[in-house]
């Protein structure tokens, strides 16, 4: 990259880095190199909440994560996981009956465990 070019990427740096030649090829190397690791760590940071988010909803309704996916998977339903944790936020009726469907399609969803109600501190006192 010429001297133009790296000038404009390093607009917005602070100190020397953003007009000083030298300093200012390090940092765009650097910068560039945090956004090439930084484009894959998104990927798997999504990921992780979206399986988050499913396992949340899931547990709602008595079912662990890992065999929710299980009777999806044997019942055929192929759904991602991003298009799972925006069910189980924005339309939990629709999550609940995939949970249904999971449920009867893997022996082990069978037992429903409902978690206990947390209530306030009048019933303690």
């Given amino acids: ?15 020397r880095a953003k007009n000083c030649i030298r300093i ?5 190397e650097k910068a560039l190199q945090y956004s090439y690791r930084d ?13 988050e988010r499913i ?6 309704h008595g079912v662990k994560y890992g065999n929710f996916m299980h009777g999806l998977m044997k019942e055929n339903i ?16 629709s999550f ?3 949970v249904d469907v999971s ?9 429903v465990v409902v978690p206990p ?3 306030g501190l009048s019933v303690i006192l």
Avoid at 1 to 15: H, P, Q, S, V, Y
Avoid at 40 to 50: C, E, H, I, Q
Avoid at 82 to 93: A, D, F
């Fill in 1 to 15: 990259m010429n001297k133009k070019e790296i000038l404009k990427l390093a607009k917005g740096f602070r100190g």
């Fill in 24 to 28: 200012a090829r390090e940092r765009v």
């Fill in 39 to 51: 484009r894959r760590t998104k990927k798997r940071d999504m990921r992780s909440l979206w399986i």
């Fill in 55 to 60: 396992n949340a909803g899931s547990r709602l």
């Fill in 78 to 93: 192929q759904l991602n996981r991003k298009v799972l944790s925006e069910l189980s936020m924005h339309e939990p009726y």
């Fill in 96 to 98: 609940k009956a995939l």
């Fill in 103 to 111: 449920r009867n399609a893997f022996p082990g969803n069978r037992k």
């Fill in 117 to 119: 109600k947390k209530e």
